[in-house]
T-cell receptor, first 112, second 113 residues
């Protein structure tokens, strides 16, 4: 079992749809949960960061972490064509020299 | 300034060439990273520098040689690469106490012929 599993894509939705992106993980030591957005031919951009369990909202984006189920989600409300990108979940455990463990990424396309 | 810059944007090199990738940040971050990313795959960690000292080497072949001349700069020296080394090379930086929130540069797209 991989440490981080991310829903395979690609995902195509109409403009205005609510998008749900998900990752599961197996390492109970993970405490930090991130979502990165990567546009084609660009570097990843940190979109959301959550520590431990709970929800975090930033504009149209909401990140949820359920540590009991080892499940994280990113919701995008009122999706826009500019949201078309690859979304990578990433996680890490506390401690010096902790490393990010990424999901495989899912490519989202929002159709006008 | 929350930007990590990388040069060059693109690089084509032969298997006998020596080249260097450069990365710069002015956010006061004391942790800097090199990642390799193949198409449709997540980034793979190569090296981590903490306080300008190499702290993690993920068993990367010696044809990749990192260097951290000062707290703002990170280089990756390339020599005798193989075609399978063609990839997007990403630099990232973070605060040492906040290594989960890394800021990535745009990457150098490398093609080895």
């Amino acid at each position: 079992q991989k440490e981080v599993e991310q829903d395979p894509g690609p995902l195509s939705v109409p403009e205005g749809a609510i998008v749900s992106l998900n990752c599961t993980y197996s390492n109970s030591a993970f405490q930090y949960f991130m979502w990165y957005r990567q546009y084609s031919r660009k570097g990843p951009e940190l979109l959301m960061y959550t520590y431990s369990s709970g929800n975090k909202e930033d504009g149209r984006f909401t990140a949820q972490v359920d540590k009991s189920s080892k499940y994280i989600s990113l919701f995008i409300r009122d999706s826009q064509p500019s949201d078309s990108a690859t979304y990578l979940c990433a996680m890490s455990a506390p401690g010096a020299n902790s490393k990010l463990t990424f999901g495989k990424g899912i490519t989202l396309s929002v159709r006008p | 300034d929350t930007e990590v810059t990388q040069t060059p944007k693109h690089l084509v090199m032969g298997m006998t060439n020596k080249k260097s990738l450069k990365c710069e940040q002015h956010m006061g971050h004391r942790a800097m990273y090199w990642y390799k990313q193949k198409a449709k795959k997540p980034p793979e960690l190569m090296f981590v520098y903490s306080y300008e000292k190499l702290s993690i080497n993920e068993s990367v072949p010696s044809r990749f040689s990192p260097e951290c001349p000062n707290s703002s700069l990170l280089n990756l020296h390339l020599h005798a690469l193989q075609p399978e080394d063609s990839a997007l090379y990403l630099c990232a930086s973070s605060h040492l106490q906040d290594q989960e929130t890394q800021y990535f540069g745009p990457g150098t797209r490398l093609l080895v012929l």
